[in-house]
């Protein structure tokens, strides 16, 4: 059927119906531990979650006083990827530097 011959209130419905719900989110955290070393830490934050340094080192210093810290809230396939990122990157520079997600 073509569009001209259609209902408009029909074809105005689908579109609405069409529309998608934004994606979850989930925060990506950094867990501290007696290991990894702050500067290490820094430079993750700097260039896996694209952190400035002063930002980066604010949030080092969340994991290292409260145990954890915040590296930012995203799709769910991306913060996946960050925290396999991480994990890989701490493995290759023999520290125990542990990232999880959790739902927004």
Same mark, same amino acid.
């Given at each position: 059927?073509?569009?001209?011959?259609?209902? *408009?209130?029909?074809?105005? /419905?689908?579109?609405?119906?069409?529309?998608?719900?934004? *994606? *979850?989110?989930? /925060?990506?955290?950094?867990?501290?531990?007696?290991?990894?070393?702050?500067?290490?830490?820094?430079?993750?934050?700097?260039?896996?979650?694209?952190?400035?340094?002063?930002?980066?080192?604010?949030?080092?210093?969340?994991?290292?006083?409260? $145990?954890? $810290?915040?590296? $930012?809230?995203? *799709?769910?396939?991306?913060?996946?990827? /960050?925290?396999?990122?991480?994990?890989?990157?701490?493995?290759?520079? $023999?520290?125990?530097?542990?990232?999880?997600?959790? /739902?927004?």
């Amino acid at each position: 059927m073509s569009a001209e011959f259609a209902d *408009p209130e029909v074809i105005e /419905k689908s579109r609405t119906d069409e529309q998608t719900d934004e *994606p *979850p989110l989930y /925060k990506v955290l950094l867990l501290n531990d007696d290991y990894t070393t702050m500067d290490f830490v820094v430079e993750v934050l700097r260039h896996v979650f694209n952190k400035p340094t002063a930002e980066a080192t604010r949030i080092m210093f969340n994991v290292h006083r409260q $145990g954890v $810290g915040v590296c $930012g809230t995203y *799709p769910r396939e991306v913060a996946e990827t /960050k925290v396999n990122t991480v994990h890989t990157l701490a493995r290759e520079h $023999g520290f125990p530097l542990r990232c999880t997600m959790e /739902k927004d």
